[in-house]
């Protein structure tokens, strides 16, 4: 299994994604929702190349994965030799060629 590094982009991310969800579907919906982030991350940790290659997004490298149960999400990350870089999530709905990913 791959270590894991969680940029401090994916993190504002999740914190800015989390209040969304608290205000326009409850504090219980958005439990779920870290909840389902978390089982995520470490779905691909276990298993990095499932995610879908994302040729469209720059830095070479990033793939995507949906959040299980919350489908309007996506998690970008690199795999790298020995670990796993977390760049962004965010609504698939949005100009993703527009993210900023960092690489």
């Given at each position: ?7 401090p ?60 149960g ?18 962004r ?15």
């Open positions: 299994m791959h270590g894991a590094v969680q940029r982009q994916f993190l504002f991310d999740i914190a800015e994604e989390l209040k969304w969800l608290n205000d326009k579907a409850g504090a219980e919906v958005a439990l779920r929702w870290d909840e389902a982030v978390a089982e995520t991350i470490e779905h691909i940790r276990r298993w990095p190349g499932m995610g879908r290659p994302r040729h469209d997004l720059k830095p070479e490298g990033i793939r995507s994965w949906r959040i299980k919350f489908a309007r999400w996506l998690l970008f990350y690199i795999e790298r030799p020995d670990e796993i870089v977390f760049l999530i965010r609504q698939a709905s949005m100009n993703l060629g527009a993210l900023d990913m960092g690489g």
